[in-house]
């Protein structure tokens, strides 16, 4: 009932940026959070940003400064806008979205397809 679609990944050198986005839908009422991770072969995923209610950012201490998420009005897309990139930021980016009811309660938690950001040295 939930679809996340990322797209925006790619091959880059050092120093370099990639815009990912991240569009959402669903057939049901859905107050969504959203947030970017990323994974890394052999490791675990991990947070990199996300936007609360309020429309809050928040980042990993590692993309601070680097990376600035931000979405539309009415939450359908969720972007990642990454400047000045490393050879470790090389990894799989996971689109999330966290649905709340009318009550704020957490009805789920979805995930997108992934989409592969490589950077090299």
């Known amino acids: 009932q939930v679809q996340l679609v990322e797209s925006g990944g790619g091959s880059v050198q050092a120093g370099g940026s990639l815009r990912l986005s991240c569009r959402f839908s669903s057939a049901t009422y859905c107050d969504n959070d959203m947030s970017w991770y990323r994974q890394a072969p052999g490791k675990e995923r991990d947070f990199v940003s996300g936007?609360?209610?309020?429309?809050?950012?928040t980042y990993a201490a590692s993309v601070r400064g680097r990376f600035t998420a931000s979405q539309n009005k009415d939450k359908t897309i969720f972007d990642l806008q990454m400047h000045n990139l490393k050879p470790e930021d090389t990894a799989m980016y996971y689109c999330?979205?966290?649905?709340?009811?009318?009550?704020?309660?957490?009805?789920?938690?979805?995930w997108g397809q992934g989409t592969q950001v490589t950077v090299s040295s």
């Open positions: 936007i609360d209610n309020d429309g809050a950012a």
């Open positions: 999330k979205a966290d649905c709340y009811d009318t009550s704020w309660n957490l009805r789920g938690t979805f």
